[in-house]
Nanobody
Framework: QVQLVESGGGLVQAGGFLRLSCAASGRTFSNYAMGWFRQTPGKEREFVAVINWSGGNTRYADSVKGRFTISRDNAKNTVYLQMNSLKPEDTAVYYC?????????????????WGQGTQVTVSS
């Protein structure tokens, strides 16, 4: 059974940082892109970042570019999201997901497996 488990969320002051982790189990995902999305109540799930199968290609939403860094460790079947200079508008539930291809997209419909989410709250 495929399972993605996010961790590392929490409460942080504006300007602070957090590192999210997403550990996958049940199968290996080293051939697939992995992404991070976020969602706030009443809004659609929003693309944050994606990394291709090898880790050599990344893409970010404009709202997080220069502040967030996505990375992966295929030996550990884990993807990370380093979030620096956090802002109150970054407050959301963050989800990791496994893409259906080796190079991911920003559309959530192209992702097959999802974690349960981890809450990130940034206070002003």
């Amino acid at each position: 059974q495929v399972q993605l488990v996010e961790s590392g969320g929490g409460l942080v002051q504006a300007g602070g940082f957090l590192r999210l982790s997403c550990a996958a189990s049940g199968r290996t995902f080293s051939n697939y892109a992995m992404g991070w999305f976020r969602q706030t109540p009443g809004k659609e799930r929003e693309f944050v970042a994606v990394i291709n199968w090898s880790g050599g290609n990344t893409r970010y939403a404009d709202s997080v570019k220069g502040r967030f860094t996505i990375s992966r460790d295929n030996a550990k079947n884990t993807v990370y999201l380093q979030m620096n200079s956090l802002k109150p508008e970054d407050t959301a539930v963050y989800y990791c997901a496994v893409g259906s291809t080796s190079y991911g997209t920003s559309w959530y419909g192209n992702y097959n497996y999802w974690g349960q989410g981890t809450q990130v709250t940034v206070s002003s």
